[in-house]
């Protein structure tokens, strides 16, 4: 799978989520809410973005994207300022469960981390959230039950699947150019 190429957009890029739910209104004035299809993939992610960037750039962002249209497949990208890096502790006790104690951690249940174990035994790797117990708790399941404990960084990465319909590209002055697209997320194997 291509990655988009590593240049920033603007600032000033607008993302929009609009999860898929269906609702039912009962007779009695309440109402069912219930999520379409698998839980990961309930709130796809659209970003306006625009790239104020110079010819050139102009030119390797507008054939990335023509040959996405050409491959019909979609691309790797991490919007700016999605996903983040922690430390802090964990601890095993004679089990598979891995409970992860980080301030104000922001994770939630189904959340697919990075984890480095920096000490004690544990095995590092990319884990599933498995429960949050407080806003500076959760668990993951490790692969084989044991007891270890020590530091431990998580990382959450920003970084999806998604295509670009259309964009647009203006050259206002000489050597400069400004690329308007919208990226939708795609959830694909």
């Known amino acids: 799978m291509a990655t988009f190429p ?4 603007t600032y000033g890029m607008r993302k929009t989520s609009s999860p898929k739910v269906r609702v039912t209104q009962l007779g009695d004035g309440y109402e069912f809410r219930a999520l379409y299809g698998l839980p990961l993939s309930q709130d796809p992610k659209v970003y306006d973005l625009t790239f104020n960037v110079s010819e050139t750039e102009s030119d390797v962002i507008e054939g990335f994207l023509r040959s996405r249209v050409a491959d019909q ?12 890096t922690k430390t802090g502790t964990y601890s095993q006790v004679s089990s598979t469960t891995v409970t992860i104690s980080i301030s104000s951690h922001g994770v939630a249940i189904g959340d697919v981390l990075t984890i480095d174990y920096t000490s004690g035994s544990a095995t590092d790797g990319d884990f599933v959230v498995a429960s949050v117990t407080s806003d500076d708790a959760f668990t993951v399941t490790a692969a084989s039950s ?3 404990s020590g530091n431990v960084s998580i990382t959450l990465s920003g970084a999806g699947k998604y295509v670009c319909n259309s964009w647009t590209k203006t050259i206002p002055y000489n050597n400069r ?3 308007n697209c919208t990226f939708r997320e795609v959830f694909e194997p």
Request: net charge negative; proline share 14%.
């Open 6 to 9: 590593s240049i920033t957009p």
């Open 73 to 84: 497949a979609s691309f790797t990208f991490t919007p700016p300022a999605e996903g983040f």
């Open 146 to 148: 044991g007891s270890n």
């Open 177 to 179: 150019a400004i690329i």
